[in-house]
């Protein structure tokens, strides 16, 4: 699925992800795959693609790749 970031906590090691079919996902820090930008050095607008799966709170995201070659969201703060 492809989505972007919505919101960046840095600083508590979480975001959420808008993905295409408008929901939320959760993404904590350690999903993001060792092939990506880390997530330290994530922002939001940052266009990702990433798997998912429903969790006992709510759809998380897993396998989170940052697609940098996209550009972000129109409006996101980049």
Do not use: C, T
Request: aromatic share 12%; charged share 30%; no cysteine.
């Amino acid at each position: 699925m492809q989505g972007y970031v919505r919101k960046l906590f840095q600083d508590k090691g979480f975001a959420f992800i808008e993905g295409e079919d408008q929901r939320d996902y959760f993404l904590h820090w350690s999903k993001v795959s060792r092939n990506s930008v880390p997530f330290r050095n994530m922002v939001e607008g940052d266009k990702v693609i990433f798997d998912s799966e429903e969790g006992s709170q709510g759809p998380k995201a897993l396998n989170v790749l940052v697609d940098r070659v996209s550009q972000p969201k129109a409006g996101a703060n980049a």
